[in-house]
Every structure is written in C-alpha cells, then in structure tokens.
C-alpha cells in the first residue's frame, strides 16, 4: 500500500511513499508539513513526523475487527480515531502518546447506530454524526476532549428523509468554523446540508443540487473556508467513472448551493481547498484526482488515474492522499 503526498507547486508531481501495511486506508489527517496520521481496516493507523519520509503502521489494541475511516490529528502525540460499522463496530478512540496507548472513549450501543465521521472546534470540542435512528441523524458532543460524549436530543434535529443518510466514506462528511458553526452532507435519497450555529445545539438544514435518489449517490465531503463559503462534493461511488451534479458551492453560510460549472467527470470521495492561497481545490475518488485553480470553476487544470479515498492540506500546502488499495 503507498500513500500519495503532493506539493501543490510541484507541478502536480505526485510522489509516492511507502506506508508499510496493506491495508486498506479511509482517513487522513495533516497536522502540519512533517506530522501526519491516517487510518485504515482491521484497526490500523498511521503516523509519520517526517513528511512520510517514513510512516510507522500499527493496530489498536483489541480493534483487529474496526474499520478506521476517520482521523482527526492534532499533534505528534494527540489524535482520535472513529470506527464505521454497526452497533458496536462504531467507536471512538484517542491517544495522548503517540499511539503507545489508546483510550476507548465512546462505543454506540444501538444496533441500529452507525457512526460517519467527527470534527473538532479545539482540543475539548468535538462533534460526531450518525446515520439516523427512528428517523433523525444521531449527534454526540463534547466538551472536555471525549471523555464524555453527550447526544444531542433528536427534537432539535429536522427529520431526515427515509432512506436518507451520511456517507464514511473519507472522514469529511462534516466540517466545523471556530465560530462555533457546524454543517454535514447527506445523501441516498437527498443530499441536503444540515447548518448549526450553536456547537451543534440546534440544527436547521437546505437541499443542494448535488446528485441523490440511490443509495449510492449524494454528497460525500464538505467544507467550509469560513462562514460564508463551502463547497460539497460527492456523486455514485457505484460509477466512479461517471460524472455530472457532483460539486457544488455556496456563498451565504450553506443556505442555497449552485452547480460547479465544469463538474469533475468522476465520482468525488473528498475535497479540499488549499489553505495557503483559499483557491486551489482538489478532489479525489476511486478512479482519478483532479485539481482546479480558483474558484471561478472555468476549468480543471490537471486529472490523473489514482484510487484514493481521502485527502488532507497542510496549513502550508502539503497534500497528503489516502489510496484504496495497492
């Protein structure tokens, strides 16, 4: 298995690493140029503190079974993984050490639960979102860096939509502002955003155009590079070499989407926005990256055949890929 890390002034010279394990990779997480963390199948995460020059691989303990598909990296030594699966498979763990000891933190006891993906405001405060259950999507919050997570009550959630839910598909189904605001995707049979204020509180949500109606379809990554502008991003990813309503942006904190004009031509697992320059946008999915230039949408400047799940920016412009399989 390699990891794919880029420049973005490289001239989209893409170089590869060796990652050290086989398995498969969901989530990634940029700390900064030199720190990096992902995650992967059958408990396994990553950790390189020297631009992946080399990676160090491992299992937690007694999570053989999880599948990883979120990381959220704060430093060399802090980070917290989210496992994706029914009931029980769906955890919450973190380090304080470098991955020499882990805390279970959170385990969703509803069998019919299943945790998406996590964000973090600061180190204490954290927000996780969930597939819905009896008709609203499950919310827990903390304030103290997980040592508690509390559920956000379902009556200040909007109902979802039957057959609607959020994807695991790249750990950036939800996005998070210092502010305190908060939005995450959905798709199935809608892909709506869902907008909070208040640190996830209350809740209030709108419909995008982005692709919806199959299971397979919807809005698979979203993010936010300050209050007012966004962007989502999703597709089929049953045809990854199909494109169409797949990207879209916002101008007004999330409350009306337009279309990208020139979507990519291919189903979207992740996006990011350069922070160094806030215009540069990548995506990747299971069967190509692509990188436009500016946010006028007028044209993709550079596409290549890669199988990637995730994607994570440096605050100086490192990118750093998680690939689907060798």
């Known amino acids: 298995m390699l990891l794919l890390v880029a420049c973005?002034?490289?001239q989209d010279r893409w170089i590869e690493q060796k990652s050290n394990t086989l398995e498969n990779l969901r989530g990634v997480s940029a700390v900064s140029d030199t720190v990096t963390w992902a995650s992967g199948t059958h408990g396994t995460y990553l950790r390189t503190v020297d631009g992946g020059n080399t990676w160090i691989a491992a299992q937690v303990p007694a999570a053989e079974s999880l599948d990883f598909r979120d990381v959220e990296g704060f430093s060399s030594d802090l980070a917290y993984l989210l496992s994706a699966g029914p009931g029980e498979q769906s955890r919450i763990y973190k380090t304080t050490n470098a991955g020499k000891s882990w805390v279970l933190q959170m385990t969703n006891h509803d069998p019919m639960g299943f945790l998406d993906c996590m964000a973090f405001w600061d180190?204490?405060?954290g927000i996780?979102?969930?597939?819905?259950?009896?008709?609203?999507?499950?919310?827990?919050l903390t304030d103290d860096g997980g040592t508690h997570w509390v559920q956000v009550p379902a009556s200040r959630i909007p109902p979802a939509f039957d057959g609607e839910g959020a994807?695991?598909?790249?750990?950036?189904?939800?996005?998070?502002?210092?502010?305190?605001?908060?939005?995450?995707?959905?798709?199935?049979?809608?892909?709506?955003?869902?907008?909070s204020s208040d640190r996830g509180r209350t809740w209030?949500?709108?419909?995008?155009?982005?692709v919806h109606g199959a299971d397979s379809t919807g809005i698979f990554s979203i993010?936010?590079?300050?209050?007012?502008?966004?962007?989502?991003?999703?597709?089929?990813?049953?045809?990854p070499n199909e494109g169409g309503s797949?990207?879209?942006t916002t101008d007004d904190g999330g409350v009306t989407w337009t279309l990208f004009k020139i979507a990519p031509q291919f189903y979207v697992s992740a996006?990011?926005?350069?922070?160094?320059?806030?215009?540069?946008?990548?995506?990747?999915?299971?069967?190509?990256?692509?990188?436009?230039?500016?946010?006028d949408q007028a044209r993709w400047l550079s596409s290549e055949e890669k199988d990637l799940n995730a994607l994570s920016i440096s605050p100086t412009g490192i990118l750093h890929f998680s690939p689907d399989r060798q």
Do not use: E, M
């Not at 996780?128 to 827990?140: E, N, Q, S």
């Not at 209030?204 to 982005?210: E, F, G, L, Q």
């Not at 209050?227 to 990813?237: E, F, M, Q, S």
């Open 8 to 10: 973005l002034y490289a």
């Open 123 to 125: 180190l204490d405060h």
């Open 128 to 140: 996780v979102v969930g597939d819905p259950v009896d008709g609203r999507f499950v919310l827990f």
């Open 167 to 195: 994807f695991a598909a790249s750990g950036t189904c939800i996005a998070v502002q210092a502010s305190g605001d908060v939005w995450f995707g959905t798709g199935g049979k809608a892909a709506r955003v869902f907008h």
């Open 204 to 210: 209030a949500v709108n419909d995008t155009p982005i």
């Open 223 to 239: 993010l936010f590079r300050d209050l007012r502008h966004g962007i989502v991003a999703g597709g089929d990813y049953q045809h």
């Open 246 to 248: 797949n990207l879209a």
């Open 271 to 295: 996006v990011a926005v350069n922070p160094k320059n806030g215009r540069d946008i990548f995506v990747v999915g299971s069967s190509r990256i692509a990188r436009a230039s500016g946010l």
